[in-house]
């Protein structure tokens, strides 16, 4: 099997050496901070004293690090060393921060790939995981089998930055939609509602609404905004939301930055529209404002 490094063994970083070695890779691993690469060792790993060891020690090197000014603060001293060999980043950066550690690799003369892991560590290596690549296709063939051990590998394209940029408008979608379970539970809160007894309602409920998304995106693609059928902007008021908010006690910040983004178009003279036209207000932000 291919010899893998992974520089970084926090939580994401482990679970993708195990992986690895769970698969019968030779693996080494290196952190920063002593004692996290522990329990890979126990599993098998052999751990490098310094970053420059475990470059060597691979042709592919996986890096699991904080931040974008991380992966530079690793790999900017082992540059010469990463010469010839492939480099798979796996931490979270943004589009335009994949496209500069491409341009610094190439520079480098190393093969780059960039990945947005859309999992949590404990589910790396199931079918529930998916992990979204960027970046050089010959790194992406090269070592699809390894980067399949860790779950569904997804290639966009030559862009290093398109997977950062699906990995974050996902997570944008899924922060905001808990956001919205977290002020419906607070609203019923201050009413003594315990957030058991609401998410018990609110799950099934926004398991029957999922669908909808679709039908959006379909909307969304046509802009056929005033289409027959379709909520009107008008019907989508958030006025009594935001005053029930108000009435009990509680930060209107959320959905009043809803409430902006339709009363924007309605604004605009486009009342009568569908409510998916407010993403014409994220759009085109300094139009709307």
Same mark, same amino acid.
Not at 27 to 35: D, E, L
């Given at each position: 099997?291919?010899?893998?490094?992974?520089?970084?063994?926090?939580?994401?970083?482990?679970?993708?050496?195990?992986?690895?070695?769970?698969?019968?890779?030779?693996?080494?691993?290196?952190?920063?901070?002593?004692?996290?690469?522990?329990?890979?060792? $126990?599993?098998?790993?052999? *751990? =490098? %004293?310094?970053? +420059?060891?475990?470059? #060597? /020690?691979?042709? @592919?090197?996986?890096?699991?690090?904080?931040?974008?000014?991380?992966?530079?603060?690793?790999?900017?001293?082992?540059?010469?060393?990463?010469?010839?060999?492939?480099?798979v980043n796996l931490t979270t950066t943004t589009p335009d921060g994949a496209r500069e550690l491409a341009w610094w690799a190439s520079g480098a003369g190393v093969g780059y790939l960039d990945g947005g892991v859309m999992a949590?560590?404990?589910?790396?290596?199931?079918?529930?995981?998916?992990?979204?690549?960027?970046?050089?296709?010959?790194?992406?063939?090269?070592?699809?089998?390894?980067?399949?051990?860790?779950?569904?590998?997804?290639?966009?394209?030559?862009?290093?930055?398109?997977?950062?940029?699906?990995?974050?408008?996902?997570?944008?979608?899924?922060?905001?939609?808990?956001?919205?379970?977290?002020?419906? $539970?607070?609203?019923?809160? *201050? =009413? %003594?509602?315990? +957030?058991?007894?609401? #998410? /018990?309602?609110? @799950?099934?409920?926004?398991?029957?609404?999922?669908?909808?998304?679709?039908?959006?995106?379909?909307?969304?693609?046509?802009?056929?905004?005033?289409?027959?059928?379709?909520?009107?902007?008008?019907?989508?008021?958030?006025?009594?939301?935001?005053?029930a908010t108000r009435d009990q006690g509680i930060s209107t910040e959320l959905v009043g930055a809803v409430q902006k983004?339709?009363?924007?178009?309605?604004?605009?003279?486009?009342?009568?529209?569908?409510?998916?036209?407010?993403?014409?207000?994220?759009?085109?932000?300094?139009?709307?404002?």
């Open positions: 099997m291919t010899a893998v490094t992974f520089l970084g063994a926090g939580e994401m970083g482990a679970a993708l050496a195990g992986a690895a070695l769970a698969a019968g890779y030779r693996t080494t691993v290196w952190n920063r901070s002593p004692g996290r690469t522990d329990a890979l060792v $126990a599993g098998g790993a052999t *751990a =490098a %004293g310094t970053a +420059a060891d475990a470059v #060597a /020690a691979a042709d @592919v090197v996986v890096v699991c690090l904080l931040d974008h000014a991380s992966v530079h603060e690793v790999l900017d001293p082992v540059a010469s060393a990463l010469t010839g060999r492939h480099v949590t560590p404990q589910m790396i290596g199931s079918a529930a995981s998916t992990v979204f690549y960027s970046g050089s296709g010959e790194v992406f063939d090269r070592h699809r089998d390894l980067l399949e051990r860790w779950g569904s590998a997804e290639y966009f394209g030559a862009d290093a930055g398109i997977a950062s940029l699906q990995d974050l408008a996902l997570l944008a979608a899924m922060y905001t939609m808990f956001a919205g379970f977290f002020h419906g $539970a607070a609203m019923v809160g *201050a =009413a %003594g509602v315990s +957030a058991t007894e609401f #998410a /018990a309602r609110a @799950v099934p409920w926004l398991q029957a609404l999922a669908p909808s998304v679709a039908e959006y995106a379909d909307i969304i693609d046509r802009k056929d905004y005033s289409a027959a059928g379709q909520q009107s902007l008008v019907f989508s008021d958030l006025t009594d939301i935001v005053d983004l339709i009363r924007r178009q309605i604004d605009a003279g486009h009342g009568g529209d569908g409510f998916a036209r407010v993403i014409e207000s994220i759009r085109h932000p300094e139009a709307a404002a």
